[in-house]
């Protein structure tokens, strides 16, 4: 029961079904998950110590607000640790996995021609980390994981207000590099991707 409340909480974050800096009780998500709040206070320490929520000293719990300073931050990790899996977990990507990957990108662009947003998110999600985890890692997975609860509420607060009309189909890219066996190209797509998305992001957000 720990971990479904766990992961239900990860699933929400990453979706963005959490608003940045809009508190909510341990009692409100235990009702919300329909659990008692034994499992989601556990959860949420664990959230707490990943530096995806806080805990105030009224147990209240909220997402914490972004800040331009941890913004580019966040970014500029992102680019350096997912280019690294991407480029990591080529040799292993087989003919299988890669059909997935095309079709969580099929699934991206119709929930961006449907202006879905939590749909895109967890497919955009989806995509990047079904290629990330061709290669099983105990360390640089769950970092990357971290980073991606940390951002995903914001990325939704902010979703409705983006024109990613202009943006270079990286996923494209990124397919193509598989294809092709380049893991250079293949890194470079992930790192353009996240690059390119964020300095839409932040403009749009954060001035």
Request: proline share 5%; hydrophobic share 50%.
């Amino acid at each position: 029961m720990h971990d479904k409340v766990y992961e239900a909480i990860r699933t929400g974050l990453v979706g963005g079904r959490f608003v940045p800096g809009r508190p909510v009780t341990l009692r409100g998500l235990a009702d919300m998950l329909e659990v008692s709040p034994m499992p989601v206070r556990a959860a949420v320490t664990r959230l707490v110590a990943e530096g995806a929520l806080a805990l105030t000293a009224t147990r209240r719990v909220s997402v914490p607000v972004m800040t331009p300073a941890r913004f580019e931050e966040l970014v500029r990790v992102r680019m350096l640790l997912e280019g690294e899996a991407a480029e990591r977990a080529l040799p292993a990507i087989n003919a299988e996995r890669l059909a997935l990957i095309r079709a969580h990108d099929a699934r991206v662009e119709a929930c961006l021609a449907e202006d879905n947003a939590e749909g895109y998110m967890q497919a955009n999600h989806a995509f990047h980390f079904a290629i990330y985890s061709a290669v099983p890692s105990t360390v640089l997975l769950p970092l990357i994981e971290t980073l991606w609860l940390q951002f995903g509420p914001f990325m939704r607060n902010v979703y409705d207000g983006l024109d990613m009309t202009g943006l270079v189909d990286q996923h494209g890219r990124a397919i193509q590099a598989i294809e092709q066996g380049n893991a250079a190209e293949l890194r470079a797509a992930i790192e353009a991707d996240i690059g390119d998305g964020m300095r839409i992001i932040g403009k749009t957000a954060l001035g």
